[in-house]
C-alpha cells in the first residue's frame, strides 16, 4: 500500500514568492492534516481535514497561507507571499475516520523542505 | 492545555547498548492516547505505537518496548541491543479522543547509535 505522497520534497524561494506544496493522503483515509516542523522542534498542527471540510485550521496563518482539498483527497498548501520565518519542513498525514471512531493513528509523508532566501 | 516533554535533547550510545528515551506528558482529559514516532534521516515520521490511556499494560515488539505509567505521566522507550539504524529522532505525541485528532508533539530525542 502506498504511503502519504508529497510533492516537491524541497523548494526554494525568494521572500515575497508564493509557493505551493501537494498532498495525496493514503488511499481511503478521509482526514488530512497539514503539520508545521521548525528545525529542532516537534511538528505543529496547520490545518486538518475531515474529506473536504477543514474542520480545525484554528493554527493557519490566514493572511498569508491558505489550503484546499477539493475533491476529497489530495490538497494543497500554500503561502503568498512568503516570509523568511516560513522556512521549515511542511507535513502532511493522513488517517482513517479520524474523529468518528476515536483517535486514530497518523501517517505522515516525507515532507517538503522550504528555504526561504 | 496538553503538553508533552523530552528532556533530553541528544543521546549517544554504543552499538548493541540498551537505551531508554523519557517522556511526560500533561494533560486534563481522562481518555487520551499516546504515541511514538521515528524521524530518520529522511525525514518521514514513522509510527511506532499508539496507546491509549486505559491501557496500563507494557509492550514489547521485537527489540521495542513501552512502559506506561500513568501515576507519573510518563510514556516511556527502550531499543534493547540498539542497532545503527535506530539512529533517528524520536518524537513522543500526545492527542485526546472526542474529534480533537491534534497531535501535540514533543520536541523530540536525537539517537545516535555509534558502530
Known amino acids: 500500500e502506498a504511503g502519504v505522497v508529497q510533492s516537491p520534497r524541497y523548494k526554494i524561494i525568494e521572500k515575497k514568492q508564493p509557493v505551493a506544496f501537494w498532498c495525496n493522503p493514503i488511499s481511503g483515509h478521509n482526514t488530512l492534516y497539514w503539520y508545521l516542523q521548525n528545525l529542532g522542534q516537534g511538528p505543529e498542527l496547520l490545518i486538518r481535514y475531515e474529506n473536504e471540510e477543514a474542520v480545525d485550521d484554528s493554527q493557519l496563518p490566514k493572511d498569508r497561507f491558505s489550503a484546499e482539498r477539493l475533491k476529497g483527497v489530495d490538497s494543497t498548501l500554500k503561502i503568498q507571499p512568503a516570509e523568511l520565518g516560513d522556512s521549515a519542513v511542511y507535513l502532511c498525514?493522513?488517517?482513517?475516520?479520524?474523529?468518528?471512531?476515536?483517535?486514530?493513528?497518523?501517517?505522515f509523508g516525507p515532507g517538503t523542505r522550504l528555504t526561504v532566501l | 492545555a496538553q503538553k508533552v516533554t523530552q528532556a533530553q535533547t541528544e543521546i549517544s550510545v554504543v552499538e548493541k547498548e540498551d537505551v531508554t528515551l523519557d517522556c511526560v506528558y500533561e494533560?486534563?482529559?481522562?481518555?487520551?492516547?499516546l504515541f511514538w514516532y521515528k524521524q530518520p534521516p529522511s525525514g518521514e515520521l514513522v509510527f511506532l505505537i499508539r496507546r491509549n490511556s486505559f491501557d496500563e499494560q507494557n509492550e514489547i515488539s521485537g527489540r521495542y518496548s513501552w512502559n506506561f505509567q500513568k501515576s507519573t505521566s510518563s510514556f516511556n522507550f527502550t531499543i534493547t541491543a540498539s542497532q545503527v539504524v535506530d539512529s533517528a529522532v524520536y518524537f513522543c505525541?500526545?492527542?485526546?479522543?472526542?474529534?480533537?485528532?491534534?497531535?501535540?508533539f514533543g520536541t523530540g530525542t536525537r539517537l545516535t547509535i555509534i558502530p
Open positions: 494533560t486534563r482529559d481522562t481518555t487520551y492516547y
Open positions: 505525541a500526545l492527542s485526546s479522543s472526542g474529534g480533537n485528532e491534534k497531535l501535540t
Open positions: 498525514a493522513s488517517s482513517l475516520e479520524g474523529g468518528v471512531a476515536g483517535v486514530d493513528t497518523q501517517y
